[in-house]
């Protein structure tokens, strides 16, 4: 897999500072937990911010995680 991304969209009315949050993955396989503590990142009202693991393979990619790899199955996920 060589385009991982993890899209982050602001549905609210207010800006919205990514600095205060971390991306969380989660392998199911063998309960393996990474932390990514994200940039200080503005993400305006009805906005978004997309953190990739190549930046050559996603477009729009805000934040390069080089070692962001996400499991294609279940019961694998993604937390913020």
Not at 37 to 59: D, E, K, Q
Request: hydrophobic share 45%; glycine share 4%.
């Amino acid at each position: 897999d060589t385009a991982e991304f993890v899209e982050i969209r602001n549905n609210g009315n207010l800006d919205e500072n990514l600095s205060f949050y971390s991306l969380v993955t989660i392998n199911g396989a063998n309960n393996n937990t990474v932390v990514f503590n994200l940039p200080s990142f503005i993400i305006a009202p009805n906005g978004y911010f997309v953190a990739c693991l190549n930046a050559n393979t996603t477009v729009n990619c805000n934040f390069v995680i080089p070692t962001l790899t996400l499991q294609n199955g279940a019961p694998d996920a993604v937390a913020l």
